[in-house]
């Protein structure tokens, strides 16, 4: 839709007619979409947005690129939000092609296969599965009884998914009003993952705000994990039961988690590290290798150490 027509439904003013396709980041944004600036600690970002159009406090005009439109506003987040729903895709597709299934693959009864979707060769979908509309599976790919896929979600080849899984589901994301309501930021992204992943039944892994969250090659994921909107796990991951991702978490390679550990929103973890059950991280780990315990998060020897002392002084 047009520029104008978005501000228009945001109650903002704007002649520019010029095409937007969507929304996105301010650093992933392209001439054609449109982004924000709500928090101080992204304002390194906005002098090298190529967003067509940013919604952004007066505070910050000054700074926005020649090249973009400023749209400005005293709640961009709040703005994002009512906009988000302007792009939001349809719940059932009612054109379209019906699903395409590669040779070899047993689909058993109860299937609900959705428009435009494609499974690959030699697959096995059990039944009560639901695989919404735009969905693509590779080869060789299982999925268990009652699994859901919402639309535009990806499985790679070689995926085993068990049953009760939900890939694909909106993203936990609101926007407060001054008076206290939240409006919902619509999750206008998927989910894409690699080849040779293992779900554990009863997990359920979010759809992205925009773009993708991404489960690379070779992740094993116990039963009963929440990945968030917008995480990225790097290959060969190993998350165990009860293990929640904060939003936009990043995992680099071969980073395992204990049982019932956890991280903040917005953090890394380097490459090889281990978290110990129940380990709380809420700041990024830049050193490889490492193990951890606790919380707050400590290494793994210091923290066995400070269990010993404590077990002492109760004595």
Known sequence: M???????????????????????????ANNSELTFLENKKYIKDLENTKAAAILVKEDFVKMVPKNTIALVCDEPYLKLAYASKLFASKIIEEDGLECKVGENTTIMENVSLGKNSKIGSNCTILSGAFIG??????????????????????????CIIHAGTVI?????????????????????????IGDDV??????????AVFQSTVISNGVR????????????????????????????????????????????????????????????????IDEPKKQWAGFPLMQHRPWLKLQGKIAKLLK
């Open 2 to 28: 047009t520029l104008n027509q978005i501000t228009e439904s945001l109650d903002i003013k704007c002649e520019s007619n010029i095409e937007i396709s969507g929304l996105n980041t301010l650093l992933d």
């Open 133 to 158: 509309d735009n969905v693509k599976i590779g080869n060789n790919t299982i999925i268990y009884p009652n699994v859901t896929i919402y639309r535009d979600c990806i499985i790679g080849d070689d």
């Open 168 to 192: 694909g589901s909106d993203g936990f994301g609101f926007a407060n009003t001054k008076d206290g309501k939240y409006i919902k930021i619509y999750q206008n992204g998927n989910v894409v």
């Open 198 to 207: 293992e779900i554990g039944a009863n997990s359920s892994i979010d759809r």
């Open 221 to 284: 994921i116990d039963n009963l994990v929440h990945i968030a909107h917008n995480c990225k796990l790097g290959a060969g991951c190993i998350l165990t039961g009860q293990v929640g991702l904060s939003g936009s978490t990043i995992l680099h390679e071969y980073v395992i988690m204990g049982g019932q550990s956890a991280t903040a929103g917005h953090l890394e973890i380097a490459p090889f590290t281990t978290i110990a059950a129940r380990g709380g991280v809420t700041k990024t």
